[in-house]
């Protein structure tokens, strides 16, 4: 879907009744799709569960940036 703004919105982003705003570098133009509707299902109150636990920890700023570094690490691996 191309998106044509009337009043010069350059370089939106965002949600605006029921669509989503993005910028594509590729094509170099603001694109829209519908905001997804999302079923919860027992793995989102699984994730939701780890995450509060994860956070009852209060993992300090080094750590989660050892994490980070891991996690940008191992993305960048060879397949």
Known sequence: ???I???????YEGKADELVFYWDPRLQ???A???PKVKI???HLDFGATS???MAIRPSERYKDDLRTYAERTYNLPQ
């Open 1 to 3: 879907m191309k998106v």
């Open 5 to 11: 703004f009337k009043h010069l919105l350059q370089g």
């Open 29 to 31: 133009r603001i694109l």
């Open 33 to 35: 799709r519908r905001l």
């Open 41 to 43: 299902s027992q793995h």
């Open 52 to 54: 509060r636990n994860l």
